[in-house]
């Protein structure tokens, strides 16, 4: 099936410094992924839409200066927290759709990248 | 207004017993596919069960069996047969249109206890 990959998982970063999360499809292609935010308890909240080859969609309320997309490829969209603050601790997580798929194929979703902020 | 509820926080279910999660959703487009995902503690997202908004037949896939009432705009999903491997948090989420572009909007979760 088609597969995800996300790194890092896990990440402890100082307040202040930036935190770069990258996101792959192995085995297909992907113009467009997305990136959802999770809370603990809490259920995904999407943050940005990247497209590939052009600027990322950010949802209202989301900073697009703090969260920077990337999607330079039709296999790799990155997401980098800068001048992250505890706030911004929490589980982000990646997904993708085939851009060859038809209408019922799912997102498919990376591991997630626990990022904790000191 | 929510496009994806879900109304159940949390519940329990006795292993090998049935378990019905309730969504319902709220959307104008006439076309739109509506999906389950799986979330246990570790956080993956695993993909479960997919019915489309034109689609006849209730959507199944082995254990998971979806009850798509359109008029009602509800898509409740029925475990059979629970294992513990079920426990999870489980969500409902809908996409609304068939482009690869659209996004999916996610219900709040469902998390579920299966006791032995």
């Known amino acids: 099936g088609a597969v995800v990959s996300q790194h890092p998982s896990r990440v402890i970063c100082k307040s202040g410094t930036s935190v770069k999360i990258e996101c792959r499809s192995l085995?297909?292609?992907?113009?467009?992924m997305f990136w959802y935010r999770q809370f603990p308890k809490k259920s995904l909240m999407l943050m940005a839409t990247s497209n590939e080859g052009s600027k990322a969609t950010y949802e209202q309320g989301v900073e697009k200066d703090k969260f920077l997309i990337n999607h330079a490829s039709l296999t790799l969209s990155t997401l980098t927290v800068t001048s992250a603050h505890p706030e911004d601790s929490s589980f982000y997580i990646c997904s993708a759709r085939d851009a060859g798929g038809v209408h019922n194929s799912p997102l498919h979703f990376g591991n997630g990248t626990r990022l904790t902020v000191t | 207004a929510q496009k994806i509820t879900q109304t159940q926080p949390g519940m329990f279910v006795q292993e090998k017993e049935a378990v019905t999660l309730d969504c319902t959703y709220d959307?104008?487009?006439?076309?739109?596919?509506l999906f389950w995902y799986k979330q246990p503690s570790s956080g993956e997202m695993i993909f479960l069960i997919y019915q489309g908004s034109y689609d006849q037949q209730n959507a199944t896939e082995g254990r998971y069996s979806l009850n798509f009432q359109k008029a009602r705009k509800s898509a409740n999903l029925v475990i059979s047969a629970s294992q513990l491997g079920d426990s999870a948090m489980y969500f409902c989420?809908?996409?609304?249109?068939?482009?690869?572009?659209?996004?999916?909007?996610f219900g709040g979760g469902t998390r579920v206890l299966v006791k032995p």
């Open positions: 989420a809908m996409r609304e249109g068939w482009a690869a572009g659209n996004k999916l909007t």
């Open positions: 959307t104008s487009d006439p076309s739109y596919g």
């Open positions: 085995d297909f292609q992907a113009t467009t």
